[in-house]
């Protein structure tokens, strides 16, 4: 593999691990062209949005582009990225080190495991019920709500790869726990159930990046995770909405 190649597939691979991983595109941007200069490379032409990066060597007449498939969070993955471009810099790996740690972490880092994120969703989804205001005879039903739902969301969400539908239907799920719990008298307060139930498959992360990529001039990035943010955000309501007008 020639040198440019190497440099342009090295600053791709960093860029996609950091944007399916939920970077906002300011930090994206910094370790990319703070990879590509420190690899003898002084104007690198960057172009980064959320579905696709492109970059330019025009000195060279050398150029690529790597499309983005999948966007997720997982921000150790991008904490690890910026490690290795900074030992990188620091002159501690040498550029093909580089690339051979940003190809193993593409492939290799493990994600959490499903009973310790359906574990946080039930931590989330309580701590803010009660946070917002909820009482403590709720809690049972929160968590209950919380975990199925989260539990619909992720299994929809990764076996039928579907986008909003995730949402909606763990949503719904959602709703339909809070109204029967307090039904049965497992639950008092409707409204305080479903805000803690739904926290977790809230879009925090996208939403902040999107206010992040508008502030820092990546007005392209940031509408279209404010837009990705919003369709989400529509679908979690749609979802409570469907079974408040029909139970």
Not at 68 to 85: A, F, G, H, P, Y
Not at 216 to 235: D, I, K, T, V, Y
Request: neutral net charge.
């Amino acid at each position: 593999m020639q040198v440019d190649d190497l440099i342009i597939e090295t600053v791709l691979l960093a860029g996609k691990i950091m944007i399916e991983n939920g970077a906002d595109m300011a930090r994206v941007d910094d370790t990319l062209s703070r990879i590509a200069r420190n690899a003898g490379i002084y104007q690198p032409k960057i172009f980064e949005t959320t579905t696709g990066i492109l970059m330019s060597i025009p000195e060279r007449k050398s150029s690529q582009v790597e499309p983005i498939l999948k966007r997720t969070i997982d921000l150790e993955k991008v904490s690890l990225v910026n490690q290795n471009s900074r030992a990188f810099q620091a002159g501690q790996i040498t550029l093909m080190e580089l690339h051979d740690n940003l190809v193993k972490l593409n492939v290799s880092t493990p994600f959490f495991s499903f009973w310790l994120q359906l574990l946080a969703a039930v931590g989330v989804s309580c701590t803010l019920m009660l946070m917002y205001g909820g009482h403590w005879q709720d809690l049972f039903a929160t968590a209950l709500a919380g975990g199925l739902g989260y539990g619909c969301y992720y299994y929809i969400n990764n076996r039928l790869k579907v986008r909003f539908v995730s949402e909606f239907l763990g949503s719904f799920l959602i709703g339909v726990v809070a109204v029967l719990c307090v039904r049965v008298n497992l639950g008092e307060q409707i409204d305080m159930i479903t805000i803690g139930g739904v926290m977790p498959l809230v879009p925090g992360v996208p939403i902040t990046n999107a206010v992040r990529d508008v502030f820092a001039g990546h007005l392209l990035s940031g509408m279209s995770r404010a837009s990705e943010s919003l369709l989400s955000a529509c679908a979690i309501g749609m979802g409570i909405a469907v079974v408040f007008r029909f139970m």
